[in-house]
Structure formats: structure tokens, C-alpha cells
């Protein structure tokens, strides 16, 4: 069993930047496909980024702005997010995986099968 948990949420305005940051227990991290997805109010859950395989990959609306890392010494994964929009608003989820897929699979929520309750990230105008 693996555990994810997500710290690091807040209220910011639009333009600031801000660190949600994952910590993950109960597997050798080193070995898990991580990924970072977000949920809106009334929204279906999206992609946002991943760190697996050859990556890092990044959904289009985020790609320039955020960028996702992890540790596999201190069996941690961090996103950073710069230039926040009010439309960056949502629960941020880590993800982890047990299962290797190719990489265009880790943008999809099916191929992770360990999930963190999320953070609030919202942003003002």
C-alpha cells in the first residue's frame, strides 16, 4: 500500500507563485510513475503533469508556467507553479503508479492507481 500525501495549498493572487509538494510512504518511490492531476469545482479531473519515463510532460495550459520535480532521495515530489491564473483553481492530487505504461499513458488518471486527497490551490483576480 502507498500512501500520498499533499501539502502546500493556499489562497494567492493571480500572477504569484506557489509550491504544492507530495509525500509518499509504503513503496520504493524511485520505482513509481508520479504525476500531478487537478480537480475544479464542477470539473472533471485533468492532467497536469508528470515525471515518468522520459519525461517531465505537461498539459498545455500549464506548460511554461509550472514545473514538476521529485526526490527520490527524500521520496518526494514537488510542482511548482508560477504565473497563477484564477482558471489554476482546484484541488491539486499527487498520483502514483505500480504498473508500467508508455509515457503518453501517464497523462491519463486510469494508469495511476494510488491518490493523495489533494490540496487547495485558488487564485484570485
Known amino acids: 500500500q502507498v500512501q500520498l500525501v499533499e501539502s502546500g495549498g493556499g489562497l494567492v493572487q493571480a500572477g504569484d507563485s506557489l509550491n504544492v509538494s507530495c509525500a509518499a510512504s509504503?513503496?520504493?518511490?524511485?520505482?513509481?510513475?508520479m504525476g500531478w492531476f487537478r480537480q475544479a469545482a464542477g470539473k472533471e479531473r485533468e492532467f497536469v503533469a508528470t515525471?515518468?519515463?522520459?519525461?517531465?510532460y505537461y498539459a498545455a495550459s500549464v506548460k511554461g508556467r509550472f514545473t514538476i520535480a521529485r526526490d527520490n532521495d527524500k521520496n518526494t515530489m514537488v510542482l511548482q507553479m508560477n504565473s497563477l491564473k484564477p482558471e489554476d483553481t482546484a484541488v491539486y492530487h499527487c498520483?502514483?503508479?505500480?504498473?508500467?505504461?508508455?509515457?503518453?499513458?501517464?497523462?491519463?488518471?486510469?494508469?495511476?492507481?494510488?491518490w493523495g486527497q489533494g490540496t487547495q490551490v485558488t487564485v484570485s483576480s
Open positions: 515525471v515518468t519515463g522520459g519525461g517531465p
Open positions: 509504503g513503496q520504493t518511490f524511485y520505482a513509481m510513475p
Open positions: 498520483a502514483a503508479g505500480d504498473k508500467w505504461y508508455s509515457y503518453e499513458s501517464y497523462k491519463q488518471s486510469w494508469a495511476y492507481n494510488f
